[in-house]
């Protein structure tokens, strides 16, 4: 292709709390500023957190009592008002159900996610494919893995932008307590907060002096307070605005995460910006394992214990802070490297290499093909054939 076309960028979620979410909005203040024409479509944001059309984003608000054809035919819908677009698939959902009448130009898959979520089905979407994005070079080894014929020139590691404010201090004066700060949605799936309660009473039985903040929420936090929230060390203090979340990153002297699988995760290089010492499960295929074996051995754990994370925060509760401090440096340092500006310049650029590259995958011109259970109800499929959304 001579010129580079409009974006099309297709997600779950655009406007919700999350990290994927936290991309899109960088994308939408950046794609206009690189001469990129680019509308953002989401399959199920609703009031409050969006759902509401606007000049280059529209929600279809769909839920799990949409149909699969009605879902398809809103899709074709999109496809034919951006007829000719770069598509962009945000962690593939959707995208063999919908790619067959997109009217694309070239397809890119964004791989937010670690092999965990993207393994079971990327080689059954190749074929719909003409590039692929992902967040680590870990991540990228499990790509080379799964495509192992898939050129090179075709998949990029983007680094996760992240908008940290200037004059951020590492430097802790350290307390009687060991400050521990948790983020993230405060859900079960793959985020694994019910595991905050063991984690807990292990520092007790290990007497870590400790206080916990927890700066988010969700469906868990009821659940957590009933079990925790007789411990006057453990504050909930609900989402944080922009400037009270640096705030408190900042006084953190432990970043801590149960979670069962990530891309990034973007909350992990947000606490390393602000000198805050990640607690991490050693999930593959993310910056996790990028970066965290070469910070410091403390600061990783086995995936989904607990006991394991409280031990790790309790040897660095065992360490000074004249020992610390040049692994909370070395921590900002690495987060450095992930300036917007980096991230923006790297996919203007993948985007027109793919633009100009032959088209490989299948064309989108055509119907929707058919099958039995588009009549069922969004639900109903991804409960009993959840493998469908594959096919």
């Known amino acids: 292709m001579s010129e580079m076309p409009s974006l099309l960028h ?38 409050p957190f969006g759902g509401e059309p606007e000049p280059g984003y529209v929600p279809l608000r769909l839920g799990g009592w949409s149909t699969v054809r009605a879902m398809r035919r ?22 063999p159900w919908f790619a067959p009448a997109d009217r694309s130009a070239r397809r890119i898959v964004c791989l937010w996610d670690s092999v965990e979520h993207f393994g079971p089905w990327l080689a059954s979407v190749r074929s719909w494919l003409d590039g692929v994005i992902c967040m680590s070079a870990a991540a990228r080894e499990d790509v080379r893995r799964l495509l192992p014929d898939w050129p090179e020139e075709r998949t990029q590691v983007l680094r996760v932008p992240l908008a940290a404010p200037a004059g951020l201090v590492v430097e802790r004066t350290r307390g009687a307590e060991l400050v ?37 929420d969700g469906p868990l936090r009821p659940w957590l307070q009933q079990r925790l929230g007789d411990d006057a060390r453990i504050a909930f203090l609900g989402w944080q605005d922009r400037a009270a979340y640096w705030q408190r990153l900042q006084r953190w002297d432990v970043a801590l995460s149960f979670t069962d699988h990530e891309g990034g995760p973007i909350v992990m290089l947000e606490a390393m910006a602000a000198g805050a010492l990640p607690v991490y499960p050693a999930i593959g295929g993310s910056l996790v394992r990028d970066y965290l074996p070469g910070l410091d051995a403390r600061s990783q754990y086995a995936v989904g214990d607990p006991v394991a994370a409280a031990r790790a925060v309790q040897a660095w509760a065992a360490t000074t802070e004249a020992e610390v401090q040049p692994v909370r440096a070395r921590a900002q340092e690495i987060a ?56």
Not at 74 to 95: C, K, S
Not at 369 to 379: F, Q
């Open 10 to 47: 297709v997600a779950s979620w655009v406007r919700s709390i999350g990290g994927v979410e936290t991309l899109l909005a960088q994308h939408a203040r950046a794609d206009a500023a690189a001469g990129l024409k680019a509308t953002q479509v989401s399959l199920f944001d609703r009031p």
């Open 336 to 391: 450095a490297g992930h300036r917007p500006e980096h991230y923006d310049a790297d996919f203007a650029a993948f985007a027109r290499r793919i633009a100009a590259l032959p088209r490989v995958s299948r064309d989108g011109a055509g119907e929707m093909p058919r099958r039995w259970w588009d009549v069922l109800p969004l639900g109903v499929v991804t409960r009993l054939m959840p493998g469908a959304l594959w096919r």
């Open 180 to 216: 521990i700060g948790c983020a993230g949605r405060l859900v079960k799936a793959q985020k694994r907060w019910e595991r905050l309660v063991p984690f807990v009473a292990e520092l007790r039985r290990l007497g870590v002096a400790y206080r916990i903040e927890v700066v988010s």
């Open 74 to 95: 809103a899709m074709a819908g999109v496809g034919r008002e951006n007829a000719g677009a770069l598509v962009l698939w945000h962690n593939g959902w959707g995208l």
